[in-house]
Structures are given as structure tokens and as C-alpha cells.
């Protein structure tokens, strides 16, 4: 047994001591160069896209510089996974191992988690292998272009999912339910019966067909898959795989701050409490905890972002501290990052962190604009609404097969990025097959429509 | 609870992902770039310029997603010290912009493609799947060439094979048993059986020297687009000439009411505010043909970019001299460049003069140039019709 092993196993008897809840986790030491496409691609094994070639240059650019360092990746599950850095010290694997058992304590806990878990099963790292064998066949049976064509438009429109709907949902009902007669009063009856009034016309007879959507769809990739006039077998099948990772990421990204903060709470204080780990490993632990939970870069005074590990991390000490534990679990359980902000970011935390709200104007100069705490939490909560992308639905199919639709300007409060929008068109366009076209609105505020 | 720490070459070590991913957007990179060919190799004077590549940057390729335009004010989080009001980060003086711009972002990478215009063009061929051009056969052009064949025992000393000869000696040394062959000490013994002389045989053979002669109005109707046109078609016209031909040489010509020659940087720099009179330039090149690129010898190619409009008085004389090219060279191409699009009411003169000239069975192609994507359809037109000319 290697001491990593040893430790790994005496914290994980202190985590049950101390009360935490989790599936099993399976461990596995990787090289640096898996580390870093699991960053890439989210998964260990994912659908093979350009796009992630271009993010991974990025990210190996990053690391070279040293900006970007990785210590572990999760997936949660039953089992849950986790991949830990094989050139880290044994004192940051000490670390991360304490780390990885609080992502894997919330990650069975947390609703949102647990919403995903049931409804798509408990190994994501599987489901996306298999996702990712699937679309190695279609290569092969369908050429690149082919699939890289339907993957251009249904990794474009990733987050555009319903992120409150059901990953298995069936189509919309064809027909308009016929409206039940209203129930006949005594008084109606009475009246009908009084000499002189006619019956009420009979309404005609059959179904009526239910306009598609009937309502505004947010569900891009699921409305895509069901209804699109040409779209093949396979190729709908793309878009549902698609859409099934997209509801495994949402979790994660909607509960990054609450995750991340919780992991490090729990990392902090297993060590603490690890009288078994050795002095030096301990202190060089304790280091590395410091290392991540820091507000900035060393050497500097401000940051112009909030590091989710830093935020986190303050808000469950604070919880713990003043409503203990069995609180802090229930928040654990409920809230996901816009409850827990909201609800638990307060002003004297805001106030101690020295939190604010900056502004960057045209010529890149950046002040402070306020510390009210309601702003400070939108400024937080903002990138995160909607799966961080704008709401964009579908709200019409013609009888020609054409699509339009429509963007939610007013909620998102500006219009779209008209390049990119019309990309992201002619990229659907061709998996739909028919006129595609777009309302939002120009920085005038008037109405444009684009088409593809 | 058990780490694993597998003793096999995991799986994720036999190919990386990434790197797929990263060659699979080079690839798409790569065929961006063909894209936009025609108006990079445009832009320098890459024609008769010895070093031929192009540096291309080029960005990476973008997967667009729905997003939001830029806010006017852009709003974030922050940490650390900062009163409301405080400056955390000074705007950029009015000046710096310039050279900011383009290249800022967050931590946008940018790479250089290195393409040799002989790569591009050889792929471009495939990909337009272009007919290779075959020398005229005619005979007067055919220069009698001498062509070695064979060997002999008698001829002119200095036709001896060396190598041959020594082959032959040792050869019979090794037959006549006389195995004892020293280093460098004793040198072999020659006799005159052993001597080998090279055979020449006379053979007529195709010219293979072209000349291609460019004339360009650049009379005052002929703006800067169009003569970006006229520009990107002469290069992929030369270059699909250099293909086939081992030498070729270049006149480029420049004409408005009067023609001169020009070298490649001044060409397409020249304008005049004069009229057009198609026969100066005419005239011009027909005198180059004649002292310096006879068609009996060279395969002469010319082309001519106008936008067509030519002064009326002139047309027979313009008619008169562009036959007479004609009728010398391989094929004589005219361009004909501007106009909205396809829309155009009646044929210039020129197009007139040049249909004509077609009518009576000469090598001569026209085409007419509004857009871009002509350029392409021009050079297609031009090496097909060529090529079934033969």
C-alpha cells in the first residue's frame, strides 16, 4: 500500500466519522495529459468535435504559462469517479482526496445532482464513452463532414435546453383536447327549457391539430430532434446525446460555487481534524489549501473575478459557524448557487471579502461601481441565468417545414450577437434543412429578423 | 476504498483526443485559407517574385454559440480593495488603440500559415480538376534536339563515356582471370576495346519556353476593383502556364491612348487619365512578339483586361491587330471586367471585336469578370477551352 493509499484510506474512515454521505468513490492517479482533456472536454471520453481541439490548444497555452493548474476532476455517480494528478505531491493528493469526498458528498445530496441521477443513471463517464462510440460509427458510416455537420449545430445550441424539463420527454400531443361541456346549473337547465330558446349550436365534430410548439419551446435540442422535417435517425440520435451530457452539466455548473465551497470546507477540515497525516504532508496540505482558496493571484490587491472556491468556501464557514451543521447540510441539499447567493451571501461577509461590482466602459477603463449587496449578487448570479446563455425559443414550424425563432430580448435585456447568431443559423439550417430564421432586436432596440 | 494505478498502458494513452480534435481544425484552418486564395495571393506582387510563399495568419476558427452583443457598460464581480468610484484599471490613451486593436481579446492566439504558392496551385488544379496544358505541335516550332542514346565503340573523344569505359575494363579483367585488381596503386590497364563513346540522335522536340503577355487598360474607366480582378486572374493564369512550361517568361504591358511595357511592381500600379485605344497596346505586343518572343519558337500566350470600352474611332484598327495576334499565338484570352453583376445591357466593343475574332475559329476566349467567384470560372474557362483546342 503506497502512502497516498494509506492516507486516502484513514481520511475516508475520519469522512464517515465525521457524518458525511456519499457513493463509493473510485480513485484513479492519471498523467497530466489525460488532466488536461478532461479540462477540454468535460468528460473523460467525449464525441470528437474541432471545437475542442481549438479549447485544448488554449488550455495547454494556459498551463504552459502556468495560469492553470489542475489538482483533481469528479464525476459524480454510484460509483462516483475521480482522477487525480499523478505528478502532484502526495500532500496535494492528500488534499484532493479530502476535496473530492465533499464534491462526492454533494453530489449525492443536492437535488439538482440527484434530479440528473435519476433521470439519466448513475455512470455519466460511460454514458458519454458510449455517446462517443456511437459517433465514432456514425463517422464511419456517414463520413465527417456528416456528423461534424450535425454536431456544428447541436453543440452550438448545448445549454439550450430546458434546464427545469425531464431528459426523457415525449413529443406534444397532436390534437387540441376537446373542451369539456361546461356543467349545466339548475338555472341553465331551467332556462333551456323555457319556450322560445333555440339549443346552442353543436361545435363541428373531429380533432383539432395542435399548432407546433404550442407554446414558446426552450428546449432547442430536443425540439430539433422531434421535429425537424429531414433530420435522419442518426443524426437525431446526435442531438439527444447532446442534449443528455448537456443535462449532466448543468448541475455542475449551476451549483459551482455551492460545490466547490463545500469540497474545500470539507478538504479544510478533514485535515485539520487528520492527526494521523505527518507533520510536513500536513503543513504542505494545508498550503496547497491555501493556494486554492485565495481571493487573488499572489502579489496582487484585487481581482476582477470571484474565485468560486474563495466565495464558496466563506459562505459554508459562516453557515457551519453560525447555524451548524445540520443546517449547512440542509442548504447543501436545497439551494442551488442562485438560492445559496441570495440567500447566504450576506453584507457583512460581502463587506469583510471586499466584494463589489465593477464597471468597464469603451477604452477599457474599469472602476469600482457600487458594494450594495443586491447588486454584488446579480453581479455574481448574472453569467449564470439560463445556463449562461441567452433564451432563445422555438415558436414557430410552418406548414413549408420552416422554423422561426425568437429570442427573449426583454428578458435577456440586448439583443444577440448578430454574427455569431447567423453562424449558429446556418448551422442549424443545415441540419434542418429548410428556411431557418431569428428575431431579436439591435442595439437601437428595433426588431431584426435574420435567416438562413 | 482503492486508488488505481493501472501497470498497462492505460487506455487513455493510445491517442490523445485532443490532438485529433486540434489536427481536425487545422484541417478545416487549411481549407478556410483556400477560400480566400484569390485575394491573399493578389494582394503582392508575388508573379515574377523568385521566393514564392505566402504567410497567411490566421485566427482560429470560432464554433459560434447564441450570445448577447456587448453590453455599452459591462458589469462583473470583483475582489480586493476599492471604494465605490475608485479606477482599477485606467483607460487606454486614444493612440494605443490602434495598436491594440485586432489582437486583444482574452488571450486571443494567433498562428501563421506558411503556403508555397506551388502547393496552393497544384491543389487548387485538383480541386478545379484543370486540364494540364500541352505545348503547341506545330512544326515549325519543333527544335531539333540532340538526345543521347546508346553507346558505341568509336566517337568523338568528347563524347567518351568514362564510367562506361571503366566498367568495361574491369569487366575483362575479371573474365581474364586477372583477379589480383590492386587499390590505387596500379591503375587499370585500358585498351581500345574497353573505350565507350555516348551515341546522339537528333530528334525534333516541342518548344517548351513560353511567354506570356499581359496587357491591362489602365485608362481612367478601369478602377481599383476591377483591376484587383484582372490582377488575381493573371496569376492563376501564369501560374497554371508555369505548370507546363519550363521556362516562361512574362511582358507586361499597360495601355490607355498610348502602351508601354512595364515591369510586374509598376504594372498594376499604372493608371492614366487618357482615353483607351485598344490597338496601342495591340501594336505593342506584336512588336514584342516580333524582336524578342517569336511564336515560331515560343508559346505565346496573351491576355488582355479591359472593361471593354474602347474608342469608337479605333475599333477597325483594333480589330486589325488583335487578329493578327491571334493568329500567332496559342490562345489570346480577353477579360472583361466591371459591370454590376450580370447586368449588362449590350456588349462593349471589345466583347464584339473579340466574338468576332472567336466566330472565325482563332484560339480566343472571353470571359467577364464582376465578382470574386468569376475569376475561378474564367480560369476554368480558359484551360478547358485550351486544353480541347489541341
Redesign the interface.
Known amino acids: 500500500m503506497?502512502d497516498?493509499?494509506l492516507y486516502?484510506?484513514q481520511i475516508?474512515e475520519l469522512a464517515k466519522r465525521l457524518g458525511m454521505d456519499y457513493y463509493?468513490?473510485?480513485?484513479?492517479?492519471?498523467?497530466a495529459?489525460?488532466m488536461?482533456?478532461i479540462a477540454?472536454?468535460g468528460l473523460?471520453?467525449?464525441m470528437?468535435?474541432?471545437?475542442?481541439?481549438?479549447r485544448?490548444?488554449?488550455?495547454?497555452?494556459?498551463q504552459s504559462m502556468g495560469h492553470s493548474k489542475i489538482f483533481e476532476v469528479m464525476f459524480p455517480g454510484d460509483p462516483c469517479r475521480a482522477f487525480?494528478m499523478?505528478s502532484n505531491s502526495d500532500a496535494e493528493n492528500a488534499l484532493v482526496t479530502a476535496h473530492v469526498l465533499g464534491h462526492a458528498d454533494f453530489s449525492k445530496n443536492n437535488q439538482l445532482f440527484a434530479r440528473f441521477h435519476s433521470m439519466a443513471g448513475a455512470n455519466i463517464v460511460e454514458t458519454a464513452a458510449a455517446h462517443a462510440h456511437r459517433i465514432q460509427l456514425a463517422i464511419e458510416a456517414h463520413g465527417?463532414e456528416r456528423v461534424e455537420q450535425v454536431l456544428?449545430a447541436a453543440?452550438?445550441?448545448?445549454?439550450?435546453i430546458a434546464i427545469d424539463g425531464e431528459l426523457h420527454r415525449s413529443r406534444y400531443p397532436e390534437f387540441i383536447e376537446p373542451k369539456q361541456a361546461p356543467l349545466r346549473s339548475d338555472f341553465q337547465q331551467r332556462f333551456s327549457q323555457l319556450p322560445g330558446v333555440d339549443a346552442p349550436a353543436k361545435p363541428k365534430a373531429g380533432q383539432v391539430r395542435a399548432p407546433v410548439p404550442p407554446h414558446s419551446e426552450y428546449d432547442l435540442l430536443w425540439f430539433i430532434a422531434n421535429y425537424a422535417p429531414d433530420l435522419e435517425q442518426w443524426e437525431r440520435d446526435i442531438f439527444l446525446m447532446v442534449r443528455c451530457e448537456s443535462f449532466y452539466f448543468y448541475p455542475v455548473f449551476a451549483c459551482q460555487i455551492m460545490n466547490e465551497g463545500w469540497a474545500s470546507y470539507w478538504h479544510a477540515r478533514l485535515l485539520r481534524e487528520a492527526d494521523f497525516l505527518p507533520q510536513p504532508l500536513y503543513l504542505s496540505a494545508i498550503k496547497a489549501h491555501s493556494d486554492v482558496v485565495r481571493?487573488?493571484a499572489s502579489g496582487?490587491?484585487?481581482?476582477?473575478?470571484?474565485?468560486p472556491y474563495?466565495l464558496g468556501f466563506s459562505i459554508w464557514e459562516r453557515i457551519v459557524q453560525k447555524h451548524g451543521m445540520d443546517r449547512a447540510r440542509q442548504v447543501r441539499t436545497e439551494e442551488d448557487d442562485f438560492g445559496f447567493i441570495r440567500n447566504w451571501l450576506d453584507e457583512e461577509l460581502a463587506e469583510e471579502?471586499?466584494?463589489?461590482?465593477?464597471?468597464?466602459?469603451?477604452?477599457?477603463?474599469?472602476?469600482?461601481?457600487?458594494?450594495d449587496i443586491a447588486s454584488?449578487r446579480e453581479?455574481?448570479l448574472?453569467p449564470k441565468f439560463n445556463f449562461g446563455?441567452?433564451r432563445?425559443a422555438a415558436v414557430e414550424l410552418k406548414h413549408d417545414g420552416s422554423l422561426t425563432l425568437k429570442?427573449d430580448h426583454g428578458n435577456?435585456?440586448?439583443?444577440?450577437?448578430?454574427?455569431?447568431?447567423k453562424?449558429?443559423l446556418e448551422?442549424v439550417n443545415r441540419v434542418w434543412r429548410r428556411p431557418v430564421k431569428l428575431v431579436t432586436v439591435?442595439?437601437r432596440d428595433e426588431n431584426v429578423e435574420l435567416a438562413a | 476504498m482503492a486508488i488505481r494505478i493501472s501497470a498497462e498502458t492505460p487506455w487513455y494513452d493510445l491517442f490523445s483526443r485532443g490532438a485529433r480534435d486540434w489536427l481536425r481544425h487545422n484541417q478545416k484552418v487549411r481549407e478556410a485559407v483556400k477560400d480566400t486564395l484569390p485575394d491573399l495571393l493578389a494582394g503582392a506582387d508575388l508573379m515574377t517574385r523568385p521566393n514564392r510563399t505566402v504567410a497567411v495568419p490566421v485566427k482560429f476558427l470560432e464554433h459560434s454559440r447564441f450570445r448577447l452583443s456587448d453590453a455599452q457598460v459591462q458589469q462583473g464581480a470583483g475582489q480586493g480593495k476599492g471604494e465605490p468610484g475608485d479606477v482599477l484599471q485606467p483607460g487606454r490613451e486614444e493612440g494605443d488603440q490602434q495598436g491594440q486593436a485586432g489582437g486583444t481579446g482574452d488571450g486571443e492566439i494567433r498562428f501563421v500559415v506558411e503556403l508555397k504558392i506551388d502547393e496552393i496551385v497544384d491543389w487548387l488544379w485538383e480541386e478545379l480538376k484543370l486540364p494540364e496544358l500541352k505545348p503547341k505541335r506545330i512544326n515549325t516550332m519543333d527544335q531539333p534536339e540532340y538526345i543521347r542514346e546508346g553507346w558505341d565503340k568509336r566517337g568523338a573523344r568528347s563524347r567518351l563515356d568514362r564510367r562506361r569505359t571503366m566498367k568495361e575494363a574491369v569487366k575483362r579483367h575479371a573474365v581474364q582471370g586477372n583477379t589480383a585488381l590492386k587499390e590505387d596503386d596500379e591503375p587499370l590497364s585500358l585498351i581500345n576495346d574497353d573505350l565507350r563513346f555516348r551515341q546522339l540522335v537528333k530528334r525534333p522536340s516541342p518548344a517548351t519556353s513560353a511567354a506570356v503577355i499581359f496587357a491591362l487598360d489602365v485608362s481612367g474607366s478601369m478602377d481599383e476593383a476591377q483591376r484587383r480582378l484582372a490582377k488575381q486572374f493573371f496569376f492563376f493564369a501564369l501560374q497554371g502556364i508555369r505548370r507546363q512550361y519550363a521556362k516562361v517568361e512574362t511582358v507586361f504591358l499597360a495601355h490607355a491612348a498610348q502602351a508601354w511595357e512595364f515591369d510586374e511592381s509598376q504594372f498594376f500600379q499604372a493608371s492614366s487619365s487618357g482615353g483607351t485605344v485598344t490597338s496601342s497596346v495591340a501594336r505593342l505586343a506584336l512588336e514584342v512578339m516580333g524582336t524578342r518572343y517569336d511564336p515560331s519558337r515560343y508559346n505565346v500566350y496573351f491576355f488582355y483586361a479591359s472593361d471593354g470600352e474602347n474608342a469608337a474611332e479605333d475599333r477597325d484598327e483594333a480589330r486589325g491587330t488583335l487578329v493578327d495576334i491571334a493568329k500567332q499565338v496559342n490562345y489570346a484570352g480577353y477579360i472583361e471586367t466591371g459591370g454590376v453583376a450580370s447586368f449588362r445591357p449590350r456588349d462593349t466593343q471589345l466583347a464584339e471585336i473579340f466574338a468576332e475574332i472567336k466566330g472565325t475559329g482563332l484560339p480566343v476566349g472571353t470571359s467577364h469578370l464582376a465578382s470574386q467567384d468569376d475569376v475561378w470560372n474564367a480560369i476554368r474557362q480558359f484551360f478547358t477551352e485550351q486544353a480541347a483546342g489541341e
Not at chain 1, 24 to 31: M, R
Not at chain 1, 56 to 62: F, N
Open positions: 503506497t497516498l493509499e486516502a484510506t475516508e463509493p468513490v473510485d480513485f484513479e492517479l492519471a498523467p495529459s489525460l488536461t482533456e477540454v472536454y473523460p471520453v467525449r470528437p468535435h474541432w471545437s475542442f481541439g481549438v485544448y490548444i488554449h488550455q495547454l497555452v494556459r487525480l499523478d465527417v456544428d453543440l452550438a445550441l448545448e445549454s439550450h481571493p487573488f496582487q490587491e484585487t481581482a476582477l473575478a470571484i474565485n474563495y471579502s471586499g466584494l463589489f461590482v465593477y464597471e468597464a466602459r469603451p477604452g477599457d477603463e474599469i472602476r469600482v461601481a457600487t458594494k454584488i453581479a455574481i448574472a446563455a441567452p432563445v429570442h435577456d435585456g440586448r439583443g444577440l450577437d448578430v454574427t455569431r447568431a453562424r449558429v448551422y439591435n442595439d
